[in-house]
């Protein structure tokens, strides 16, 4: 179906378009070859692009139908693998627009291996050896696997220096200071500068003409440097969409990874070594396959001649190889060569950069922040890359992690943090060094979704097109930003409506302006019932008073501060729910034992797939339909399913001993964890209802998992110790705050869809939520103030240890299994509580009880009521 919403005039769209689809073969494409994107808006080809179905099919046809033997053997089958990696090599470079002449290839495992071997062979010179220091010069936007290869420059006594785009252009005054450090005299020594054809952060393309002028040393810094300048560009990400012509830019090493290109085969790079340069690579290792002749007993070598040869240690990925064959033809096949592939991508990325840079919400202010360097004029400067951040109506930065959740919500599939690019973020999120030293502090790792700390953005959101990409992915994108992130109505740039030929009625919004589209193939009113406005959640701040002086009125438990909020109501303990298979169905019960990870038995087992890996209803959303119940005094746990037999599973772990028990060693939200088996008939049982191989653990009882987010002051030995769960021992909500969630999911046009979160009942929107303890106040959010909780009947108390991710398992209807937008959608941030519990073995949670509560104001001591 073809998807309406935004779209400028016949004159910019035909411009943008004309070089869009191949001849009109996409849609047929899509259909025909990447089938498995029904449904799903791909958006991440900067981290791979995806293969096609052909080209799977014709490497699988290929090895049925030929033996490949070890190319290092002599035989016939050796010789075909031989012949066959030898007509990969000059195809490859064929595809650059080079020969064997020119350049020798040599195959790696990928970009990063290629980049390591550069690092660890280059003929490094140091001051100790009566020279001057070979530089390792890099630009800042470059991947982290170039900036690491100082690691092995630095050793070998090269001098680092990293430089700005700005500084190759700059004040020569300011540059000479910088420079004049090294104290260079000689003229024979080797440095190498590296940078990208393409940045992997924002899609900049930088000057091939660079390779020329800096090894002629026109450009500054590299004019005042003796020496003899070598380049190195990273092309891993420009030629997944462009094309690099080794004739007219002769850089002298060039690394590359397939995946990249293909999709097919992953773990297979290469690097291209300019013949005239090979000299500068030495070697001291030696693998199989790359001596003329050695000796074990004498230290005695000599390598064979060829650089390939000498760098390809042991085997080499043949079948990998042979597939990349296959992946050149499927891709000149489909699209014609990277001409056309560069045009159609580019033309996705100018149409999604002008809409996207001309959204406002309706007080005028921009939605997103695009990190840029350019106006997306021409591929020549610009890769399909679009790098951005997206600001809600306040002009504040909406988390990445939050931009990510949603978008897989909606099947979008996009990258979120720094791209393995730290100087690229660094340089357009405007974070300095000490910002990243400070944030290490506060916990942010690279890749992890700690994405705003102290107001600042740690990372951002990147989209990139591929070859296979349409204009549906594109409009499906920017309608996900509208329905999810624009404050209605939507507004335009002035200069953006300019730019488009945009035609309709014009209101001025201050610095911005509103526009009604008027066309003739959409209508006004069948874009705005596209449209659905997503509200930021209006939270109520809780206001809390001090009950009263009287000491009869205050908690009896000596050293706990608790308190009431206003109108004196009572803090109950609702319900209770136990999760005995993790992501299956809940237990609710009015009284349970507490164990030593929390509520006993909760979370204890999972359920893996064949490769043991733990499966969550993220993965396999019908585990919700299956319901265990536990028999205390009988010791037996019952798992039932609709059309299924019941089948019981001991609570005890079974010994050990048992030649016949399986063990599983899996993550679960990061952290390793061993599962003793359950046995055949149980496993058969779960496959059978879920139509996938399977298998049910139970936690070991030999393996100690500890939270990771305790108490201040308290050792990890000391940490609460947890199941099967995510983070902690328990996780709290409350009803309040349902109850305001269902009126704001209804507010903003809630759907009555069976699977709808907001026809659900308020008892199954809690059931979305998957919360250990439910409470009850009388107002929503008044958790938000607790730091910790005393229960009627627990002696110990319950420290709250922080907000509880939330991801799109709250949006599955726990009575069918099926998928909504709700409420996460809605959900502007996550409002339920985790918290750990301290207390034994021998105290019980109660239904009905008391709740007693400490918030983060100090020296508050109240009561909380009869």
């Known amino acids: 179906m073809e998807q309406r919403g935004l779209l400028p005039s016949q004159d910019w769209f035909e411009e943008t378009f004309k070089q869009y689809g191949y001849g009109g073969q996409i849609g047929a494409t899509r259909a025909r ?39 290092h053997s002599g035989n016939v089958a050796s010789r075909l693998t031989h012949d066959t990696i030898d007509r990969v090599r000059c195809r490859i470079l064929h595809h650059f627009n080079t020969s064997p002449e020119e350049y020798a290839l040599i195959f790696t495992s990928g970009c990063t291996a290629a980049l390591k071997l550069v690092a660890e062979s280059f003929q490094w010179t140091s001051a100790e050896h009566g020279e001057s220091r070979s530089r390792f010069c890099y630009l800042t936007d470059n991947h982290t696997s170039v900036v690491g290869m100082r690691g092995l420059s630095v050793p070998a006594g090269a001098l680092t220096l990293p430089i700005n785009l700005d500084e190759i252009h700059g004040d020569k005054n300011t540059l000479h200071e910088k420079i004049s450090m090294a104290k260079e005299e000689n003229y024979h020594i080797h440095h190498l500068f590296c940078y990208p054809a393409q940045s992997n952060f924002s899609g900049t393309k930088y000057p091939l003409s660079w390779i020329k002028d800096i090894k002629a040393k026109k450009l500054y810094p590299f004019s005042r440097i003796p020496g003899t300048w070598n380049v190195l560009v990273d092309a891993a990400s420009f030629v997944c969409t462009s094309q690099l012509d080794l004739s007219l830019y002769q850089a002298d090493f060039i690394p590359i990874s397939f995946y990249k290109l293909f999709g097919f085969p992953t773990g297979l ?13 030495g070697k001291k290792y030696f693998g199989g396959g790359t001596a003329a002749s050695y000796l074990s007993a004498e230290h005695f070598y000599v390598p064979r001649q060829s650089v390939s040869e000498r760098f390809e240690d042991g085997t080499v990925s043949f079948l990998d190889i042979i597939a990349v064959n296959h992946g050149f033809n499927a891709l000149e096949k489909i699209t014609g060569g990277m001409q056309n592939i560069m045009l159609h991508t580019f033309s996705l990325a100018r149409y999604t950069y002008t809409m996207l840079s ?287 037999d019941p089948i019981m599973v001991s609570l005890e772990e079974e010994s050990e001993t048992q030649s016949s028990l399986q063990f599983c060693q899996t993550k679960v939200c990061g952290d390793r964890v061993k599962g003793l088996g359950c046995g055949e008939n149980v496993a058969e049982w779960i496959s059978t209802f879920l139509e996938r191989q399977s298998y049910l653990f139970r936690q070991s009882s030999d393996f100690q998992r500890v939270m990771k987010k305790h108490k201040e002051g308290q050792s990890l030995t000391q940490a609460p110790s947890l199941s099967l769960v995510n983070e902690a021992q328990y996780l709290l909500i409350n009803k309040a705050s349902i109850l305001h969630l269902k009126e704001q999911i209804l507010q903003r046009g809630g759907t009555c869809d069976s699977n709808s979160a907001a026809a659900l009942t308020t008892e199954e929107l809690i059931h979305c939520f998957r919360a250990n303890l439910v409470i009850s106040t009388m107002r929503p959010y008044e958790e938000d103030e607790w730091t910790e909780i005393i229960i009627d009947g627990v002696s110990s108390p319950f420290q709250i240890v922080g907000l509880c991710s939330r991801c799109q398992m709250i949006c599955i209807n726990q009575e069918n299994g099926k998928r909504s937008k709700e409420p996460l959608q809605t959900l502007s941030s996550c409002r339920d509580r985790k918290l750990p519990a301290t207390s034994g073995l021998s105290a019980f949670l109660t239904v009905g009880s008391r709740i007693f509560v400490k918030t983060k104001e100090e020296y508050t001591v109240t009561s909380a009521g009869q």
């Open 33 to 71: 070859e990447f089938g498995r994107l029904a449904g799903v808006t791909y958006l991440d080809h900067g981290g791979t692009t995806l293969y096609p179905h052909s080209q799977i099919n014709h490497f699988y046809q290929d090895l049925a139908e030929n033996i490949y033997g070890n190319p």
């Open 269 to 281: 790079g290469a690097l291209l070594v300019k013949n005239e340069n090979e000299h500068l690579l």
């Open 358 to 644: 001309g959204m406002r919400h309706a007080n005028g202010r921009p939605v997103v922040w695009i990190y840029s360097d350019n106006e997306f004029e021409t591929p020549d400067i610009q890769g399909p890359i679009i790098n951005f951040n997206i600001l809600n109506e306040n002009g504040d930065i909406v988390g990445y992690a939050k931009v990510d959740k949603l978008a897989n919500l909606h099947n979008i599939y996009l990258r979120t943090g720094c791209f393995c690019n730290s100087g690229g973020c660094q340089q357009h999120l405007r974070i300095s060094n000490e910002d990243v030293k400070n944030n290490l502090k506060a916990g942010h790792i690279c890749g992890d979704t700690l994405d705003m700390i102290d107001g600042r953005p740690t990372g951002s959101v990147r989209i990139s097109f591929g070859y296979m990409s349409t204009f549906d992915d594109a409009q499906t994108f920017l309608k996900f930003i509208i329905d999810c992130f624009v404050k209605q109505p939507l507004c335009f740039d002035k200069d953006i409506l300019s730019k488009l030929n945009l035609c309709g009625t014009i209101e001025e919004k201050g610095e911005s302006w509103s526009e009604n589209f008027t066309n003739e193939n959409v209508p006004v009113n069948e874009i705005s019932s596209e449209i659905a406005v997503t509200r930021s959640l209006e939270v109520e701040v809780p206001f809390y008073q001090h009950f009263s002086d009287n000491p009869s009125e205050r908690n009896e438990n000596p050293g706990t501060s608790t308190i009431i909020s206003s109108g004196n109501e009572f803090v109950t303990l609702t319900n209770i729910y136990l999760y005995p298979i993790k992501s299956c169905a809940p237990i609710e019960v009015k009284k349970w034992p507490i164990g030593k990870h929390g509520l006993l038995y909760d979370r204890a087992w999972m359920i893996a797939n064949h490769n043991g890996i733990c499966l969550s209803q993220k993965q396999e959303p019908r585990l919700c339909l299956i319901h265990p119940h536990i028999d205390l005094e009988q010791g037996i746990m019952t798992i039932n399913a609709e059309g299924m």
